[in-house]
Nanobody, 112 residues
Framework: VQLQASGGGLVQAGGSLRLSCAASGFPFRTYAMSWYRQAPEKERELVAGISSGSSTKYSESVKGRFTLSRNNSQKKVYLRMNDLKVEDTAVYYC???????WGKGTQVTVSS
């Protein structure tokens, strides 16, 4: 199983980024996927999840600003992040929902 997150970077508050997670080594289309994030000195927290049927759920802190989607043919999940806030600064990880499979994260830094 491999999960590779990408698309992070440095952006000003109010800006946007789109994160991607490329998955391989498992039947992607049958699994729910999640994005988590971990800010410095904080615990990892769930940001959003998407079911195999593309139903989505979001944490209250990102609801209305982030959009999670998936492309089963490409074996990718995407996290579109709009109206970014300084408090969104973290390393973002994708995950097979409910599993211990984690890829390398991607750093998102939002400046004021």
């Amino acid at each position: 199983v491999q999960l590779q997150a990408s698309g992070g970077g440095l952006v000003q508050a109010g800006g946007s980024l789109r994160l991607s997670c490329a998955a391989s080594g498992f039947p992607f289309r049958t699994y729910a996927m999640s994005w988590y994030r971990q800010a410095p000195e904080k615990e990892r927290e769930l940001v959003a999840g998407i079911s195999s049927g593309s139903s989505t759920k979001y944490s209250e802190s990102v609801k209305g600003r982030f959009t999670l989607s998936r492309n089963n043919s490409q074996k990718k999940v995407y996290l579109r992040m709009n109206d970014l806030k300084v408090e969104d600064t973290a390393v973002y990880y994708c995950n097979i929902q409910g599993s211990d499979h984690w890829g390398k994260g991607t750093q998102v830094t939002v400046s004021s």
